[in-house]
């Protein structure tokens, strides 16, 4: 079965970074595109990054832009978010989750993990 388990989330101070990771199995993980996507306490999903299959092209949310990146190692299974400068209104659950084949939408999601930025 497709699974999705988020890591490395925690508490880090404002201007701290974090690295998230996503391990992927049960499925071609260099097949699918994938997506960072955040939900803060008492708020919607946001999406927030976005790569393609191979990682060679990214996308990001304006909130986020110049301080993560998105990247991916297919051989390990393994998609990242790295977050630099951190900020209290980074601060959510953050979940990866699968692109689904020729939609605009997800259709696997992981069990999130917790980014605290705080004081």
């Known amino acids: 079965e497709v699974q999705l388990v988020e890591s490395g989330g925690g508490l880090v101070q404002p201007g701290g970074s974090l690295r998230l990771s996503c391990a992927a199995s049960?499925?071609?993980?260099?097949?699918?595109?994938m997506s960072w996507v955040r939900q803060a306490p008492g708020k919607g999903l946001n999406w927030v990054s976005a790569?393609?299959?191979?990682?060679?092209?990214?996308s990001y949310a304006d909130s986020v832009k110049g301080r993560f990146t998105i990247s991916r190692d297919n051989a390990k299974n393994t998609l990242y978010l790295q977050m630099n400068r951190l900020e209290p209104e980074d601060t959510a659950v953050y979940y990866c989750?699968?692109?689904?084949?020729?939609?605009?939408?997800?259709?696997?999601w992981g069990q999130g993990t917790q980014v605290t930025v705080s004081s």
């Open positions: 989750a699968r692109k689904a084949p020729h939609s605009a939408t997800w259709d696997y």
């Open positions: 790569t393609n299959d191979n990682g060679g092209s990214t």
């Open positions: 049960g499925f071609t993980f260099s097949s699918y595109y």
